[in-house]
């Protein structure tokens, strides 16, 4: 079964660092790009960036480089989102998903998602 | 960037109605990189169509999608009552970022 598994929930204070998860299986983990998505509280969804586990290749939404980082460990088959400071307006339901690399399988569009982590960030 | 406006922002519909939904983009959609996805209460958004009018591995064929350029929609032919939930659209076109629309959120009437 193809599947990506996120970290739990997370509750931090203002000022922390993070780092959360998304592991795929059963499928060529190198071949699809993990895109992250910010759902804040009653609101819509947010593509923040993505990377590409064969090179680690990442594209960002502007308003999102320099406060998270998207890295990958292909040997393990997992990505990661990780803030260094985190802020209140960081609260969120974070979710992982996958879309392929080649323009062929891109076409699919995100197929695959997590089941979310909650981030809760409060003093 | 390109700006997805979703419209209405809420539809009241009974079961077993016909549902549209709209979804405009702000410059044309390369090659129809157009999706559509459901989210219900508590879960993570599921695929329903992609290239615009492609459905995705086990939907309904209640689901449809249309549209190219700029203006695309998804038509639910009979609502069933696992179908109220917030839909969205998203483009991944050329280049990111990718985006999406602000959802359309379908309620019992």
């Known amino acids: 079964e193809v599947q990506l598994v996120q970290s739990g929930a997370e509750v931090k204070k203002p000022g922390e660092s993070l780092r959360i998860s998304c592991q795929g299986s059963g499928y060529n983990f190198s071949s699809y790009w993990i895109n992250w998505v910010r759902q804040m509280p009653g609101k819509g969804l947010e593509w923040m960036g993505r990377?590409?586990?064969?090179?680690?290749?990442?594209n960002y939404r502007p308003s999102f480089e320099g406060h998270v980082t998207i890295s990958v460990d292909k040997s393990i088959s997992t990505a990661y989102l990780q803030w260094s400071n985190l802020k209140a307006s960081d609260t969120a339901m974070y979710f992982c998903a996958r879309q392929g690399t080649s323009w062929a399988l891109a076409y699919y569009g995100m197929d695959v998602w997590g089941q979310g982590t909650t981030v809760t960030v409060s003093s | 960037e390109i700006v997805l406006t979703q419209s209405p922002g809420t539809l009241s519909l009974s079961p077993g109605e016909r549902a549209t939904l709209s979804c405009r983009a702000s410059?044309?959609?390369?090659?129809?990189?157009l999706a559509w996805y459901q989210q219900k209460p508590g879960q993570a958004p599921r695929l329903l169509i992609y290239g615009a009018f492609s459905r995705a591995t086990g939907i309904s064929d209640r689901f449809s999608g249309s549209g190219s350029g700029t203006d695309f929609s998804l038509t639910i032919s009979r609502l069933e009552p696992e179908d109220f939930a917030v839909y969205y659209c998203q483009q991944y076109g050329s280049s990111p970022p990718w985006t999406f629309g602000q959802g359309t959120k379908v309620e019992v009437k």
């Open positions: 410059q044309s959609v390369s090659s129809s990189y």
């Open positions: 990377i590409d586990p064969s090179d680690s290749y990442t």
